[in-house]
C-alpha cells in the first residue's frame, strides 16, 4: 500500500508562485509515474503534468512554459513547481502515483493524494 502526503497549496496573487509537493509512502516495490493533475468546481479532473521514473514529463498545453514537474526518487517525492499563476488555475490539485506492489506476483496500482487547494487571486 501507498500513501501519498501533498503539501504547498495556497492563497497567491496572479503573477506569483507556489510550489506543490507530494511524498509516497508505504508498503511497494516501486514507484513508477508521478503525476498532478487539479479539478476546478464545476469541471473535470484534468492532467495537469505528469513524470515518469525516468524523469520523462508531460504538461497540459495551459500550463507549459509556467509549470516545472521534478520528482527525487531517493524521497520517492514529486514537486510542482508553479510559476506566473493565474486565476484560472485555481483548483484543488491532486496528486497521482503508479506503484508496483509485490504479492503472488508483481502488480501496478494507482494512488491518488487526498489534493491541497490552490487559489489564485485576480
Known amino acids: 500500500q501507498v500513501q501519498l502526503v501533498e503539501s504547498g497549496g495556497g492563497l497567491v496573487q496572479a503573477g506569483g508562485s507556489l510550489r506543490l509537493s507530494c511524498a509516497a509512502s508505504?508498503?511497494?516495490?516501486?514507484?513508477?509515474?508521478m503525476g498532478w493533475y487539479r479539478q476546478a468546481p464545476g469541471k473535470q479532473r484534468e492532467l495537469v503534468a505528469q513524470?515518469?521514473?525516468?524523469?520523462?514529463?508531460k504538461y497540459a498545453e495551459s500550463v507549459k512554459g509556467r509549470f516545472t514537474i521534478s520528482r527525487d526518487n531517493t524521497k520517492n517525492t514529486v514537486y510542482l513547481q508553479m510559476n506566473s499563476l493565474k486565476p484560472e488555475d485555481t483548483a484543488v490539485y491532486y496528486c497521482?502515483?503508479?506503484?508496483?506492489?509485490?504479492?503472488?506476483?508483481?502488480?501496478?496500482?494507482?494512488?491518488w493524494g487526498k489534493g491541497t487547494l490552490v487559489t489564485v487571486s485576480s
Open positions: 508505504g508498503s511497494f516495490f516501486s514507484i513508477n509515474s
Open positions: 513524470i515518469s521514473d525516468v524523469g520523462r514529463t
Open positions: 497521482k502515483t503508479s506503484a508496483t506492489l509485490v504479492g503472488g506476483g508483481y502488480y501496478a496500482v494507482d494512488y
